[in-house]
């Protein structure tokens, strides 16, 4: 079966974005980055909530677009509304049964793309499966947190490090369960 995989950028202290949503402090460029785009093109499903795909917006995503061409997008909203969207980007109401069921369909792994809020609710119910965090070496002091309000206890173990000249590490850890 297909897992759930956050994969995404976080400061030393644990944020996804600053205040305001700034991600400007964060690796913008080089190997790193570079690593990340690449291990993007092995996802043909990604699943997302609604202040992560409007996020999008501020860097030319057209609402009703896809923010990955060759992926298949499942927008978690209970208010998000597209017009002329494309085939591949589905808004869904926020629902346990319909995530299980896309990550069951999914031919691939699925990405979560950012979302800590998002991203909380899913660790909540026990559908994260893996961790690519992309640490960024750099202190942030508040804004959006890696997993937003959960409160949920967790272990994970650390698979993999990666280290990147510009300061990034992309650390994989599996959820135990």
Known sequence: MARIIYYVASSIDGFIAGPNDDISSFVAGGSGVDKYLSDLQKFRTVIMGRRTYEFGYRYGLEPGQPAYPHMEHYIFSDSLKLENRSK???VEPKSIDRVREIKSEADTDVYLCGGGEFAGWLLDNGLIDQLKLKLNPIILGEGIRLFGKST????????ETESFDEGLKILTYDIEK
């Open 88 to 90: 591949t980007v589905h």
């Open 152 to 159: 949920t206890n967790t272990k994970w173990n650390l698979k």
